[in-house]
């Protein structure tokens, strides 16, 4: 004679409660746990779909100061480490190489950006300005820095030059306010801003004038 189990009050097809609960657990984690590995699967695929894309080197051209520029990088290549490292180009300086000094300060397209945490691949096509290329007669940015004794480490001058030109270029009317503003983004730690300044609103008033 076969045992009778009693019957589930809650009508669960012949399980007890507690069968019922301890499947549905093992199904939840069994999906939760598909679902996981379903996630590190596709996370695996995506690093090595990136790793292909990502990998070895691209020719890239840049327009430089006015002249077409080719060289290889790395996808990964900031526009600071191809200017500099690949094409000779050493205005821009590296210091803090994280977007917060401005040493690395660049025109493209008229922009001030920060070179360093530009990539390179995406500057082509853009019109790419280091100080190079400005002029330094009288009424310049850089002739303003050489007579009110702008001038500071070989680290941040450059970057306040381009910083300066890049602002008073969109804002000849800037006033002393405007103009601390409009180069904030730059910092010298040792605090020899005055001369800065002073150079910057000679500039302003030089292009006024011209
Ligand atoms: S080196 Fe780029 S912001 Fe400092
Ligand atoms: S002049 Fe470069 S840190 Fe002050």
């Known amino acids: ?30 999906a939760v746990l598909t679902g996981q590995a379903t996630g590190v699967l596709d996370e ?6 990136s790793a292909k894309v990502l990998s070895g080197t691209v020719e890239i051209t840049l327009k430089v100061n006015g002249q077409e520029r080719s060289c290889e990088v790395e996808p990964r290549s900031t526009l600071l480490d191809t200017l500099r490292n690949r094409l000779d180009v050493t205005g821009p300086k590296r210091v803090c190489d994280r977007g917060s000094c401005g040493a690395c300060s660049t025109i493209v397209d008229g922009e001030l950006v920060y070179s360093c945490t530009t990539l390179a691949v995406s500057c082509q096509g853009k019109t790419i300005e280091t100080l190079e290329s400005f002029e330094t007669g009288e009424g310049s940015v850089p002739h303003a820095f050489h007579q009110n004794d702008g001038l500071m480490c070989g680290y941040c001058t450059p970057g306040f030059v381009t910083a300066c030109k890049a602002y008073l270029d969109k804002h000849p009317n800037a006033t002393e306010e405007e103009i601390r503003k409009g180069i904030d983004g730059n910092i010298c730690r040792c605090g020899t801003y005055v001369g800065v300044l002073a150079a910057a609103k000679a500039a302003a008033q030089a292009k006024k004038g011209a």
Do not use: I, K, N, W
């Open 1 to 30: 004679m076969t045992e009778q189990r009693p019957r589930d009050p809650g009508g669960l097809g012949g399980q007890s409660r507690r069968d019922f609960l301890r499947g549905s657990g093992v199904a939840a984690a069994t």
């Open 44 to 49: 695996a695929q995506a690093a090595e779909e």
